[in-house]
Structures are given as structure tokens and as C-alpha cells.
């Protein structure tokens, strides 16, 4: 430590700092800056005193992206107020550590949704920017980055940038989708979607195939609020990506009779119990004799039977529809003590079903089936290190252990060769096993060479660094 460098933070002892698969960590002094004055000490430190630090949201990166072997880790989590809301406009302003969860807690009972969230509650919204997440509306909405009228941005030098989309224009898009390693998001302003009911209507559609499956989607499109499908990657032969769609549909006005009422928190938050009676914090313990490979098969071809039992929609409230990460607390214990990787393809529409039915396929031959797999419908954006395509996206769990993380890392390798002969794409915040020639062929080596001279200006010392940018570009 340089003494002549004034600093708020203690000089922490390290910490076990984990991915949100559980199976990669680093020891790290963790900083957890509270205003922007501290997040500017936090980057004088490191360039006085030449250390690496990488942002940290609310973790969910399945992968290492906010990890930092080679340095400390500044946790967002505390620089966490939502400044205000614009109830005629939508637009409300946040500090970058506001996590979804605040997001929706805070405006639910006002009329307004996020316009876009991932599957768990827990990222914060500076978090999702420098990955521009995506949900079950992607096909409709677009990604997270889409509904940001403005936002303020910190660089190491201290230079503070103001950026929309018509001002700072490249910039715009290149913070956002930059995995954090240009700076730091402040403050966010975020148009909300204004809702006019507590509940949706969920429809599921049960397909017997892959081919099934896409045709549905593309059927439903046009007047679905949310797509998503459920796939059982045992399935073979005929029943090759055979699975469960769920559509969700907003009521329109007048249509919910409960509402308001129904948007109050304490009939939106997800139940802690099942039944009122078992925790669900316990489910993942009773989940865990079946987290084999035959125990799966099973429980993935009774789910696959039921959903022709009941095909009749059903009201479902936003939190439950959107948050399933949630629904069951600590669902991934069951993948211990190893734990998890997701691996996330994203395929053009035209290549989708040839591309995907062989990836699914090839896992099966390499005998490392998916246990769980979703699929979404996509468009494309225009930010610089966009994952998004004109087509479809699948993300596979695969469980990681003593014996199988090898070979599974080598199928990987195999299936990034299937997913780029079918001009495909991957996504950042899933990643664990991306090498750096994959990353060139799918971004293309103008956008990282783009990407860098932007780093080379904003990040002269090379200060902001992630285990994910290492393993993938370098440092």
C-alpha cells in the first residue's frame, strides 16, 4: 500500500469471492464503495498503486466475469438508491447498484415493471449493462440496454460521461455490453413499462420436437408479451428437443378486476413455503438424490408427459412468471459439490434447427447431457459485443465434477465449432469456457480491436480486469 494515497476503504483481508455456478473463485480484498466519491478513491488506489480491479454487481454471472484472481473485487452492492421516478414518463433514476429486485419492489405498486429482466431478481442494473442482459420479451423488447434513456459513466481517469443514445452515441453502445472493463456506470435512468394488473396469463404449449418447438414460437410471436421454452435435452430421435413452451401475456386495462390490489408486494413476492408448510429452501435437499444422469432423464421426461396433462392458461402474478432462479432458493446446491456451468448458444433463425438439433445430439454422443435447457426467441442489436442474433438462443446446465470437467470443457470447444459453422453467437454473462480465437470469429477482430482502442484510451493502465477478459482477451 502507498501511505500517501488517501483512501476511505480498510485494507481487507481476502475473501472468498465465488462465481454464480459455484465451481470457479478467487481470493480477493473486496472494496464495497457506498457513493460516487468512493468509487472515485477506489480508482485513484489502483492506479497508484498498480493494482487490477474488476466491478461486481449482484454476482450472477454463471462464469468468471466478476472474479479477479490477479487483484481486489469493488462489490456494488451498497451503492444502492433509487434517486427518483417520473410517473408520467416511466423514466426512474438509480444508482448502478440497484439491484431488479428493487426495481420491481419499488415500482409494482405504482403501475410499472421492469422492462427487462433475467430469470433471477438478484443482478443489479449496473451489473446487467455491462452485459445487456435479455429476457423472455427479447424477440419483442430487445435487451436491457434498449429502455436506457441516459446514464452516467466513471472512468479510471476520473472523467465523468454523460451518454444516450443520440449523444456519446458509440459510446452508448459500447459501455453497455462491455463486461465492465471501461469504467464504472453511476447513475441510470430506465424507461419502465407500465402494467394495468397483478397477474398475467400464462399459456402452455407442450411440442414433441425441436421442429415443433420453433414453429410455435414463430406462431405465437406476433401477439406473445413473453416466450419461453422449457427443452428435455434426453430427448432423441424423433423427439429431439421436444419440451414445454410458456407464453405470458399483460392484461390490457379494465381487464384485471383485482388491480391495484393484486400489485401489492405481499401478494407479488414469491412464497417461502410450499403448500405454507415445507421451506422452499429445503426443496433443493429433496431435489438432490435425482442430480445424476439417470435421475434427470426421468425427471425431465415426467415433466416433458405432464405438460400434456393441462393445457389450460392460468393467471400467474409478474414475479413468479419472470424470476423461476428464484421460485426454489438454492436450487444449484444440487449440482455440488462441483457445481455448474451454463453454456448459452445463440443461432440465426435459418440455421436454428439444423444448429441446435446438432448440438443437442453431440452432447448426448459425448454422454454429457444437459439437465436443464431453455430456449428464447432473439432480434438483433446494435451493441458492440452483442450476443443477440435474429433467431434463437438455448442455455444448457451442465454439472461440473472431479472426472468430467475435461471432457466437458472439450465438448465446449466442439460445440463452439457447430454453433460458428451455423453463424452463431455466445453471451458473456453465461460463459466459462470461451477461448480467444472462438471470441475473434464471432465478434469479429474490427469490433475487439474497436473495443481495445476504446480501453487504451479510457483504461490507459489497464487497471479494470476480469478472469473473463484475461482468459478471453488478454488483459
Same mark, same amino acid.
Given at each position: 500500500?502507498n501511505?500517501n494515497t488517501?483512501?476511505?476503504?480498510p485494507?481487507?483481508n481476502?475473501?472468498?469471492v465465488?462465481?454464480?455456478?459455484?465451481?470457479l473463485?478467487?481470493l480477493s480484498?473486496?472494496?464495497?464503495p457506498?457513493?460516487?466519491?468512493?468509487?472515485? @478513491?477506489v480508482?485513484?488506489?489502483?492506479?497508484?498503486?498498480?493494482?487490477?480491479?474488476?466491478f461486481?454487481?449482484?454476482?450472477?454471472?454463471?462464469?468468471d466475469?466478476?472474479?479477479n484472481?490477479a487483484? $481486489?473485487?469493488?462489490?456494488?452492492?451498497?451503492? &444502492?438508491?433509487?434517486?427518483?421516478?417520473?410517473?408520467?414518463?416511466? %423514466?426512474?433514476?438509480?444508482?448502478?447498484?440497484v439491484?431488479?429486485?428493487q426495481?420491481w419492489?419499488?415500482s409494482?405498486?405504482?403501475g410499472f415493471?421492469?422492462?427487462?429482466?433475467?430469470?433471477?431478481?438478484m443482478?443489479?442494473?449496473g451489473?446487467?449493462?455491462s452485459?445487456?442482459?435479455?429476457?423472455?420479451?427479447n424477440f419483442?423488447?430487445?435487451?436491457?440496454?434498449e429502455?436506457?434513456?441516459?446514464?452516467?459513466f466513471?472512468t479510471p481517469s476520473g472523467?465523468?460521461? =454523460?451518454c444516450t443514445k443520440?449523444s456519446?452515441?458509440?459510446?452508448?453502445y459500447t459501455?453497455?455490453?462491455?463486461?465492465?472493463m471501461?469504467?464504472?456506470f453511476i447513475?441510470?435512468?430506465?424507461?419502465?413499462k407500465?402494467?394495468?394488473?397483478? =397477474?398475467m396469463k400464462v399459456?402452455?404449449i407442450?411440442?414433441? &420436437?425441436?421442429?415443433?418447438?420453433?414453429?410455435?414460437?414463430?406462431?405465437?410471436i406476433?401477439?406473445? @408479451?413473453?416466450?419461453?421454452?422449457w427443452?428435455?435435452?434426453?430427448?432423441?430421435?424423433?423427439?429431439?428437443?421436444r419440451?414445454?413452451i410458456?407464453r405470458?401475456d399483460?392484461?390490457k386495462?379494465?381487464?384485471? =378486476?383485482?388491480f391495484p390490489e393484486?400489485?401489492?408486494?405481499?401478494?407479488q &413476492?414469491?412464497?417461502?413455503?410450499? $403448500?405454507?408448510?415445507?421451506?422452499?429452501?429445503?426443496?433443493w435437499?429433496?431435489?438432490?438424490p435425482?442430480?445424476n444422469s439417470?435421475g434427470?432423464?426421468l425427471?425431465n421426461?415426467?415433466?416433458?408427459?405432464l405438460?400434456?396433462?393441462?393445457?389450460?392458461p392460468?393467471?400467474?402474478?409478474?414475479a413468479e412468471y419472470?424470476f423461476?432462479?428464484?421460485?426454489?432458493?438454492?436450487w444449484?446446491?444440487?449440482?455440488?459439490?462441483?457445481?455448474?456451468?451454463?453454456?448459452q448458444v445463440?443461432i440465426?433463425?435459418?440455421?436454428?434447427?439444423?444448429?441446435?438439433?446438432?448440438?443437442?445430439?453431440?452432447c448426448?454422443?459425448?454422454?454429457?447431457?444437459s439437465?436443464?435447457?431453455?430456449?428464447k426467441r432473439?432480434?438483433?442489436?446494435?451493441?458492440?459485443?452483442?450476443?443477440?442474433?435474429?433467431?434463437y438462443?438455448?442455455?444448457m446446465?451442465?454439472p %461440473?465434477?472431479k472426472?468430467n470437467?475435461?471432457?466437458?470443457w472439450?465438448?465446449?470447444?466442439?460445440?463452439?465449432e457447430?454453433?460458428?459453422?451455423?453463424?452463431g453467437?455466445?453471451?458473456?454473462?453465461?460463459d466459462?469456457t470461451l477461448r480467444?480465437?472462438?471470441?475473434?470469429r464471432?465478434?469479429?477482430k474490427?469490433?475487439?480491436n474497436?473495443?481495445?482502442a476504446l480501453?487504451?484510451?479510457f483504461?490507459?493502465?489497464s487497471?479494470?480486469?476480469?478472469?473473463?477478459y484475461?482468459?478471453?482477451?488478454?488483459?
Open positions: 500500500m501511505e488517501a483512501i476511505y476503504f485494507i481487507t481476502p475473501e472468498k465465488e462465481t454464480w455456478g459455484m465451481n473463485y478467487s480484498r473486496v472494496f464495497r457506498r457513493t460516487e466519491r468512493e468509487i472515485r @478513491d480508482f485513484s488506489y489502483a492506479l497508484a498503486n498498480k493494482a487490477k480491479i474488476t461486481r454487481g449482484g454476482g450472477c454471472s454463471y462464469g466475469a466478476s472474479i484472481n487483484g $481486489f473485487v469493488v462489490d456494488m452492492g451498497q451503492f &444502492n438508491k433509487i434517486l427518483s421516478f417520473d410517473e408520467a414518463s416511466g %423514466v426512474l433514476t438509480a444508482q448502478s447498484g439491484t431488479i429486485k426495481l419492489e419499488y409494482i405498486e405504482k415493471w421492469p422492462p427487462v429482466v433475467s430469470g433471477t431478481m443482478p443489479t442494473i451489473g446487467a449493462l452485459m445487456n442482459i435479455h429476457g423472455k420479451n419483442a423488447v430487445g435487451p436491457i440496454g429502455h436506457v434513456v441516459e446514464f452516467t466513471l472523467e465523468l460521461i =454523460k443520440e456519446n452515441k458509440e459510446l452508448f459501455f453497455i455490453s462491455g463486461l465492465g471501461l469504467g464504472c447513475e441510470i435512468k430506465i424507461k419502465m407500465k402494467i394495468y394488473a397483478g =397477474k399459456t402452455p407442450p411440442v414433441r &420436437n425441436l421442429k415443433e418447438m420453433i414453429s410455435e414460437f414463430e406462431k405465437n406476433p401477439d406473445s @408479451d413473453y416466450l419461453v421454452g427443452v428435455d435435452a434426453f430427448g432423441s430421435g424423433d423427439g429431439v428437443g419440451g414445454l410458456h405470458a399483460n392484461l386495462a379494465g381487464e384485471d =378486476k383485482d393484486n400489485c401489492k408486494l405481499e401478494k &413476492n414469491l412464497p417461502s413455503t410450499f $403448500f405454507g408448510v415445507i421451506p422452499k429452501s429445503w426443496m435437499m429433496f431435489m438432490y435425482f442430480s439417470l434427470m432423464r425427471v421426461y415426467a415433466k416433458y408427459l405438460g400434456f396433462v393441462s393445457r389450460k392460468y393467471m400467474q402474478g409478474h419472470a423461476l432462479l428464484d421460485y426454489v432458493p438454492n444449484k446446491f444440487i449440482y455440488k459439490p462441483g457445481s455448474m456451468i451454463q453454456y445463440f440465426p433463425e435459418e440455421n436454428a434447427l439444423a444448429g441446435m438439433t446438432e448440438v443437442l445430439t453431440h448426448q454422443n459425448r454422454g454429457l447431457v439437465y436443464l435447457a431453455v430456449f432473439h432480434r438483433k442489436d446494435q451493441f458492440l459485443f452483442t450476443h443477440s442474433v435474429n433467431g438462443s438455448m442455455a446446465d451442465f %461440473v465434477t472426472s470437467k475435461d471432457k466437458l472439450k465438448m465446449c470447444a466442439e460445440l463452439d457447430i454453433v460458428l459453422k451455423n453463424k453467437r455466445f453471451y458473456f454473462a453465461k466459462s480467444p480465437e472462438t471470441a475473434e464471432y465478434l469479429t474490427d469490433a475487439i474497436k473495443f481495445k480501453k487504451a484510451k483504461d490507459p493502465n487497471i479494470l480486469q476480469s478472469d473473463l484475461k482468459r478471453v482477451f488478454g488483459g
